[in-house]
């Protein structure tokens, strides 16, 4: 008989530039099974982001429309777009036993944090400065100077909510901050409440 843990929410989120991404795309390739939770977006596709994979690219009307259809679990408006979580791609994830990623901003982050209660781990992700997330976006190279501009300004004020968040990690050297992650989600799923009894398990 095999023990289970159940389906847990990973709400991960980061000034840009802080490589969250890289760092959620590592933890993916090493366990596969982790989903990611394709969000909405009103945003244009960015370099080689594809419709379904990164994001579903939608316009503004149809985004209302989803609001007032209450399709979103939750959803902001960052950096000047919006960005909404999809309420069944969550349930049907925890329903099937997955671990799913959510990365969301602040703003959505919050919003979660009454309704998922022991459900999931929030994690913030940073760089060591702000200088370092800027070179960060240059070096990217895929967002037009005002639109770094803004991110940088965003940074400021989406680094404030840290504390909200269960764990910090400062991604200086991604081998690094990879560990911690890894460690952080190895840990939350052995959590006593992601079991249901161990009874059964244990021939009792
Ligand atoms: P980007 O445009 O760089 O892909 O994402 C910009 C910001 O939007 C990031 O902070 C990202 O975490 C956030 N974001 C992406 N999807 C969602 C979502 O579904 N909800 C919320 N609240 N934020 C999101």
């Known amino acids: 008989m095999v023990l289970n843990s159940k389906g847990r929410l990973y709400i991960i989120s ?44 939608i316009d503004e009307d149809k985004f209302k429309t989803m609001i007032s259809e209450e399709i979103f679990l939750e959803w902001a408006q960052v950096h000047g777009n919006y960005y909404g979580t999809s309420k069944q791609q969550i349930e049907n994830a925890l329903n099937n036993g997955t671990d799913i990623i959510l990365d969301i901003d602040p ?68 081998d690094t901050a990879f560990e911690q992650l890894e460690n952080i989600y190895l840990a939350e799923k052995l959590r006593t409440n992601q079991y249901d009894n161990i009874i059964d398990f244990m021939n009792i």
Do not use: W
Not at 14 to 34: E, V, W
């Open 107 to 174: 703003q959505g982050a919050m919003q979660l944090k009454e309704k998922t209660k022991n459900l999931a781990t929030y994690i913030f992700i940073t760089a060591p400065s702000i200088g370092e997330l800027k070179s960060r976006l240059i070096k990217r190279g895929t967002d037009k100077d005002e639109h770094i501009a803004l991110r940088i300004e965003n940074a400021k004020k989406e680094v404030e909510y840290f504390k909200n968040y269960d764990y910090l990690i400062i991604n200086d050297a991604s």
């Open 14 to 57: 980061a000034p840009s530039g802080a490589g969250k991404t890289t760092l959620c795309n590592m933890l993916m390739k090493k366990y596969p099974a982790i989903q990611y939770s394709i969000s909405y977006t009103t945003r244009a596709p960015r370099g080689n982001e594809q419709n379904g994979k990164e994001y579903f690219f």
